[in-house]
Nanobody, 121 residues
């Protein structure tokens, strides 16, 4: 059974930074594509960034140049460094394990509890 535990969220002002972490257990972490999703109130869950086992990264356009996804395959941990945060980044952030189906990221049905990020002045 795969378990995902997100941490690192909080309340910050616009322009500030946060670094989210995702600890993964119960699987061979290094084999999977990993990703971060977010869900704002009243909105659908949105794929934010994904990283393959060999470090290839993809980002949604709205976070390019501001967010950086990374992973440590030895420590079974994934990160999301979020800089220049904006109010529209406010959401619950979730980590995910999955695979690519051609160009599309497909999450497996494992989700953590999420971590709240609030950006407000």
């Amino acid at each position: 059974q795969v378990q995902l535990v997100e941490s690192g969220g909080g309340r910050v002002q616009p322009g500030e930074s946060l670094n989210l972490s995702c600890a993964v257990s119960g699987s061979t972490f290094a084999h999977y594509v990993m990703a971060w999703y977010r869900q704002a109130p009243g909105k659908k869950r949105e794929l934010v960034a994904a990283i393959t086992s060999d470090g290839h990264r993809n980002y949604v356009d709205s976070v390019k140049g501001r967010f950086t996804i990374s992973r440590n395959n030895v420590e079974n941990t994934m990160y999301l460094q979020m800089d220049s945060l904006r109010p529209e980044d406010t959401a619950v952030y979730y980590c995910s394990v999955g695979r690519y189906d051609q160009m599309d990221y497909v999450p497996f049905n494992y989700w953590g509890q999420g971590t709240q990020v609030t950006v407000s002045s």
